[in-house]
């Protein structure tokens, strides 16, 4: 043994003796935290600090106190690969994290390689779940398709209809639930997509697209776009006499499609975002940040807020940081959240996050149960 | 067949809104050579009055045709008067200006009033009631039509025979024509330009008034951004049918509003707006001065 040796092995027990001697669950938090998008990415550093704080005064997780490792991947996915491999080498147990869906895309397969679980509160895209490369993927916010799902789940299981067309505004978010609503209806080979149409927004009125709508004998409508059009799109049906039912999305659940279509609005179906506004764990989580921060929180706080207790609960129940253990504790047990009661299906999506389909109702959007 | 039907009522009444704000961009044109790009405002701010105007009738317990009627009456006065005042204020001081002068200043005047609107009433989405009611023999000889397109069509059918018979036939449309061919000379003969300028503004707002009430009863809403699409389309026609032509601006509304209808219907919605300007570059290409217009005689 040379001197070399020696340094090494000294430098080993140093480290070891370190972690022992202090010894704390670390939870990575990964996300924008600063740059254009940092109001993305800082109510859930807030959530995760109220959450450990909690957690912290009752004890920590497994009697050792929780530890919060935060690093800033700007939402840039080249940056979010250093974030990824500066919490791997800090000794992250698991990973809250990233906020957008090309960042969380680029660090994932390095977390996969360390076997760490990272859960994001807000990555929407849904090839991160879907494509099934990531099994340590898990998210609390529903995934980009999940309306245009359960806008033709609807449609076809619900209402029963075979023929069904597709509209929208040609806009970002339109266009793309348009697109994933087009998949699905091909997929379920229940119903034949026979109309797949867009409109310019803004235009003084679409009477040609009813009349094509009317010619290609449609069942039903599905508007992927906003509520100026769909309102008037609804009224024109209406006042030709047309039954023809219409399925659209959060951008029409709105109190001013109701105002401006008046009665023609009755009986049209939006899907929106559960209502998690009486849920009291919400109630709880919305007051504790009003008193730390005096302010309202911010977008993806709750989802935070909940992909955080979920982490660390799964770590309790687990009575380890293993990777495998975490992982089989999240697939089966149900976690008690300010979204409500959530678990999560074999891809890592949360199930009972999500959206939910609702109906005007005498001048109302009614939540269809 | 019915397909073939429906597409075109729904480009004739959107066809005829077009004319009815084309109209006014000719007789303007014809006269003093300006592009009044705020004519769009006075339209929305006719379609503005007429649901205040309505909303006070329906406080009242008045509805239907009355209320229509009276909320017409107003509106076409209201944006005479705008019109009437935006040439006073925004054109006629810069009349013997470059004419590009004028025309920044009607742009100007455009984001003015759009603003305005926006910030006095609201900037969303009013609902505007639907005020015509169902009239049954009217729907067994039309059943592809509602009454609002009823309306619409006569309306229009109506304006276009007292547009042509007061610019063909009264002292005021003789003048008119008089400075249109010739501004100096009519000047030079006894004839008050100003007054005749006046006169043309507002008839082509009070025109616009009446499209944006029929409108906002035909599709039930009204924004302070509804001017600008509808405003450029009918530019567009007035264009298309020959700048400066009456006949032209009610051709060239009507070739717009079908070809925009049949294009949707036919080939894909998608492109609606590409049908439309595809066909205005296509006669511009074949006839420069559109459809019925002559390079020297105007109106």
Known sequence: ?369 | MDYFWGLFISGLTKGSIYALIALGYSLVYGIIELINFAHGEIYMIGAFTSLIVVSLLLMEGMTGWGALLLSLIVAVIYAAAYGFTVEKIAYKPLRQASRLSPLISAVGMSIFLQNYVLLAQTPDFLPFPNLIPEISFLKRIFPLMTPAEIAILLTTACLMVVVTFIVKFTKMGMAMRAAAQDRMMALLLGVNVNRVISHAFILGSSLAAVAGVLIATHVGRVNFYMGFIAGLKAFTAAVLGGIGSIPGAVVGGLVLGWAESFGAGYISSDYEDAFAFFLLILILIVKPSGIMGRATQKM
């Open chain 1, 1 to 369: 043994m040379g001197k070399k040796a020696v340094i090494l092995l000294s430098f080993y027990f140093l480290v070891t003796v370190n972690a022992y001697g202090k010894e704390t669950i670390k939870l990575g938090v990964a996300g924008s935290h600063s740059g254009d998008l940092a109001s993305y990415g800082i109510p859930s550093l807030r959530a995760a600090e109220l959450v450990v704080k909690e957690i912290n005064t009752k004890g920590g997780v497994l009697g050792v106190p929780v530890e919060i490792l935060a690093e800033d991947d700007v939402c840039k996915p080249e940056i979010a690969t250093n974030t990824a491999t500066k919490l791997i080498s800090r000794g992250a147990h698991v990973v809250l994290g990233h906020i957008c869906s090309g960042a969380t895309k680029a660090a994932l397969s390095l977390y996969l390689d360390a076997k760490i679980i990272v859960m994001s509160p807000s990555a929407t895209n849904p090839e991160l779940t879907q494509s099934g490369r990531y099994p340590n993927f898990y998210r609390t916010i529903a995934s980009d398709d999940a309306q245009a799902k359960l806008d033709v789940d609807f449609a076809i299981n619900n209402l029963k209809l075979k023929k069904l067309a597709v509209v929208h505004d040609k806009g970002d978010y339109g266009k793309g639930l348009a697109e994933y609503a087009k998949k699905f209806i091909a997929a379920s080979r229940k119903a034949e997509l026979v109309l797949y149409e867009g409109v310019t927004p803004g235009a003084l009125d679409y009477s040609a697209l009813v009349q094509k709508i009317l010619r290609s004998g449609a069942e039903g409508v599905i508007y992927g776009g906003y509520h100026p059009e769909a309102a008037l799109i609804v009224s024109t049906m209406r006042k030709k006499g047309m039954k023809t039912y219409f399925i659209s999305d959060d951008g029409v659940k709105d109190e001013t499609f109701i105002k401006v279509a008046g009665s023609y609005a009755e009986g049209v179906y939006a899907s929106g975002p559960k209502d998690v506004s009486k849920n009291p764990l919400a109630i709880a989580a919305l007051a504790v940040h009003r008193k730390v921060y005096s302010a309202e929180a911010g977008a993806f706080y709750l989802n935070a807020y909940a992909a955080t207790q979920c982490l660390l609960t799964a770590i309790e129940k687990a009575k380890s940081t293993n990777y495998e253990k975490i992982g089989a504790i999240l697939h089966r047990e149900y976690f008690n959240t300010p979204l409500g009661k959530i678990s999560f299906d074999r891809r890592g999506d949360a199930i009972g996050v999500g959206f939910s389909m609702y109906q005007v109702k005498n001048g109302a959007f009614v939540e269809i149960k």
